[in-house]
């Protein structure tokens, strides 16, 4: 008598399917064309729109003073705020489609907008 289970050759086929949806869920997923992203930077009065891909330092006057939102290497962060509590600079990095920071004490708030298969920009308001 055999211990186990043999394998059979319909066997090593599902195996073999499964390594190639999860290859193909990966790329789909992670290797996306990012170029259609952009960052919305909004106060109480005005609005700035730059790409994803820019390397901007941007200075955003709010009633409290100037929010400084850096956009570099992809990702966007606020460096700087004249808040007291600073939860937005401790928010760290926003980087995808749909994530975003805010200062509401001075009143800044920044998010990244767009899709990443090339159709344009979210049909999204603020």
Known sequence: MKAGFPLKPFDFFVT??????????????????RGNERVLVRNSEESWVYPL???????????????????????????SSPCANQTCVASGHVNSAGQWVACLPNKVFVMIEGTADGDGVDSGTW
């Open 16 to 33: 073999g399917a499964a390594i190639l949806l999860t290859v193909y869920c990966a790329f789909a997923v992670y290797a996306r064309d």
């Open 53 to 79: 891909d820019a390397e901007e330092t941007v200075e955003v006057p709010g009633p409290l003073g100037i929010t400084v939102v850096e956009i570099r290497d992809m990702r966007v962060h606020v460096l």
